[in-house]
C-alpha cells in the first residue's frame, strides 16, 4: 500500500521569538515543512560587520545536535568547521598529562564555533522563501489572551505590538516567553544558581598556527574545588573556560589585583600560563557569568505557545549537552508533526512536553553530577582505572552495558533512560571496584563471576 499524503500544513504564519541556535534551527525545520515562519530576535544581525559574539565561543556538539542538524541538510557542512575532539587529556599540577578517550575506536565530541554555527543556520533560514528574520525586535512582555507581542525596536526605540497565531519561545534561559507563562496560575518555576562562575580565557596559537596541546581533545585541568577546560579552535587557539567559586579563599573575590592572577595561575595551570600571554589582562576585561539550572512546567500555554531550548530547560555546560538538548528538542517536534501532522498543534504540543520533560530533568541532574566528575573524580587514578572497567565490560557484553557518558553523548536514548541505566551501573560498579586494584584483575574468574551474576540480575 502507498504511503498516504502527509496532510498540508496550515497556512498560519508561525513565530519564533528568539534567533540563536534552538530558534534559527527550528525556524528552519518549521519552513521546511512549508509553514510561513516569522522570527524576532533581539540582537543585530551577528552576520554583520562589528557584531560582538555572546557567551562561549566554542561548544561541544554531540550525536544529538548532529542528528537534528542532519535533519534540515546543514551536518557535512558544519562537520568540515568542526574539532573532533577524541577524549579527555588531564593537567595535573605538575603538568602531567592523562588521556581517557570519549567512546570507543572512531567516536568523538566536535568542538564547533557557536558564532558560525549560528550564522551558518541564520543563512539557511533566511535562504527558505517563507521565512522572516527580524533582527534588533525585543519582547517586553505578551498578551497571552489576546495573542500579542509586545516589542521595542532597537534601531529606532519604539514599542510596538504584533499579534501572533502560534509562538516558539526560544529566546534563552532569561525567555521573556516563560515570564508571560510564569504569570499565569499554578505556573512551576525553580532556578539554581551555582556557588561558581565562569570566565573565558585563551591559549594562543603556536607559531604557523599550531596548536600548542594536543588538537584532537578536550582539556582539563581539574583541581578539586574548581576547574579549567580549553577546546580547540581552527586557528590553533584553545578557548579556555575557568569554572571557579565566586566567594572563599580560592576564588574570584580572591584574585583581585593582576600579581594575584599570575601568582594564582603559576602555582595551580603552571603548564597552561606559559600559552596564556594574555591572561591577565583578559582575566579583568572578561566578564564573569553565572551557571544556573532553570525548571519550569507547563511548556506550552493554551495551544499556542511552546517554548524550547534553555527558555525551558537551562542546564549548566558540564555534559556540554544544552545545545544538543536543544536542538533534540527540534528533532522531536518534526518528528511529531510527521507522526500527527501539521495541523495537530494542540496534540504536537501537549505530546512534546510529556515527552521531553522528563528527559530535560535528567539532562539537569547529569549536568551537575558531570560537574564532580569534571572538577574532581578524573582527577582520581581509581576513577579513571573504574573506566577502563566499563570499557572493557562494553567490550564483554555489548548490547547489555553502554557507558553513561556514552549513552548520552553517542546515542539517541532519552536521557531519563540513559541516566536511570547509568545510576543502575554505578551501583554494579561500586560493588564491583573492590575487588579490581589493576586492569588485569578484571580478568580474575572471582570478578568475572560476580559480574556475569550483576548482569544476569
Ligand atoms: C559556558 C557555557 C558552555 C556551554 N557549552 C556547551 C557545549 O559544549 N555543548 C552544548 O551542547 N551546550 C553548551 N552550552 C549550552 C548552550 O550554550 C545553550 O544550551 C544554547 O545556547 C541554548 O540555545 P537557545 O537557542 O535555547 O538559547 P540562546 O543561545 O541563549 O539563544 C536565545 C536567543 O534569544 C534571544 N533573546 C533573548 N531574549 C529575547 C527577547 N526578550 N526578545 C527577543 N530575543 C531574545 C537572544 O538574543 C538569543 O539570540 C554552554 C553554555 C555555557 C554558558
Redesign the pocket.
Known amino acids: 500500500m502507498p504511503t498516504p499524503a502527509p496532510p498540508l500544513p496550515a497556512a498560519e504564519p508561525l513565530t519564533v ?7 534559527s534551527l527550528l525556524s528552519l525545520y518549521l519552513a521546511r515543512r512549508g509553514h510561513p515562519v516569522q522570527v ?4 543585530a544581525d551577528p552576520r554583520r560587520a562589528g557584531f560582538q559574539e555572546g ?2 565561543i566554542n ?4 550525536d544529538r ?1 548532529w542528528r537534528a542538524l542532519e535533519g534540515v541538510g546543514v551536518a557535512d557542512d558544519i562537520r568540515r568547521v568542526g574539532i573532533p575532539m577524541t577524549g579527555r587529556v588531564m593537567h595535573d599540577p605538575q603538568g602531567a598529562l592523562t588521556r581517557q578517550p570519549y567512546g570507543q575506536e572512531g567516536q568523538a565530541i566536535y568542538s564547533v564555533n ?1 558564532g558560525h554555527l549560528n550564522r551558518r543556520l541564520l543563512d539557511l533560514a533566511e535562504a527558505q522563501p517563507n521565512v522572516r528574520l527580524r533582527f534588533g ?4 512582555g505578551i498578551d497571552l489572551k489576546a495573542r500579542t507581542l509586545h516589542l521595542r525596536d532597537a534601531a529606532t526605540q519604539q514599542e510596538h505590538p504584533a499579534p501572533y497565531a502560534r509562538l516558539f519561545g ?7 516567553v516563560r515570564g508571560a507563562l510564569q504569570k499565569t496560575d499554578r505556573y512551576d518555576y525553580s532556578q539554581d544558581y551555582l556557588e561558581y562562575g ?1 570566565k573565558e580565557l585563551t591559549i594562543e596559537a603556536g607559531p604557523d598556527g599550531a596548536w600548542q596541546l594536543e588538537k584532537n581533545a578536550l582539556h582539563i585541568w581539574p583541581r578539586g574545588q574548581y576547574l579549567m577546560i580549553a577546546l580547540p579552535n581552527l586557528d590553533g587557539s584553545f578557548n579556555c ?1 575557568l569554572y571557579f567559586p565566586f566567594e572563599g579563599p580560592e576564588s574570584f573575590a580572591a584574585l583581585q589585583t593582576p600579581a594575584d592572577v599570575a601568582d594564582f595561575f603559576a602555582r595551580v595551570f603552571p603548564d597552561a600560563v606559559p600559552l596564556m600571554p594574555r591572561l591577565t589582562t583578559e582575566y579583568f576585561h572578561n566578564p564573569t ?1 553565572s ?1 544556573v539550572t532553570i525548571r519550569c512546567f507547563p511548556w506550552k500555554h493554551a495551544d499556542d505557545v511552546l517554548l ?4 525551558s530547560h ?2 549548566v ?1 558540564f555534559y ?7 536542538f533534540e528538542d527540534c528533532s522531536v517536534l518534526n518528528e511529531l508533526l510527521d507522526r500527527l501532522g501539521d495541523a495537530a498543534w494542540p496534540a504536537v504540543f501537549a505530546e512534546f512536553q510529556t515527552q521531553r520533560k522528563p528527559n530535560a530533568d535528567a539532562m539537569a541532574d547529569l549536568a551537575l553530577y558531570n560537574f564532580a566528575e569534571m572538577r574532581d573524580r578524573v582527577a582520581d587514578p581509581r576513577f579513571l582505572l573504574q573506566k577502563k572497567i566499563e570499557a572493557k565490560i562494553a567490550a564483554q557484553y555489548p548490547g547489555r552495558w553502554t557507558p553513561l557518558y556514552s549513552q548520552v553523548t553517542f546515542s539517541h536514548t532519552p536521557y531519563a533512560e540513559a541516566w536511570a541505566a547509568g545510576q543502575r551501573q554505578d551501583a554494579v560498579m561500586a560493588r564491583l571496584m573492590p575487588h579490581i586494584h589493576t586492569e588485569a584483575d578484571f580478568d580474575q574468574p572471582a570478578v568475572q563471576a560476580q559480574l556475569a551474576q550483576e548482569l544476569a540480575g
Not at 308 to 311: I, P, Q, T
Open positions: 521569538m528568539g534567533a540563536g541556535l534552538v530558534g524576532f530576535e533581539r540582537r557567551r562561549s561548544l561541544a556538539l554531540s545536535g557557536r525586535q525585543q519582547c517586553l526560544t529566546d534563552g534561559a532569561f525567555s521573556a565562569y573556560t557569568s551557571l524550547l531550548g534553555d527558555a537551562a542546564i555546560p556540554g549537552q544544552g545545545m544538543n538538548a536543544g
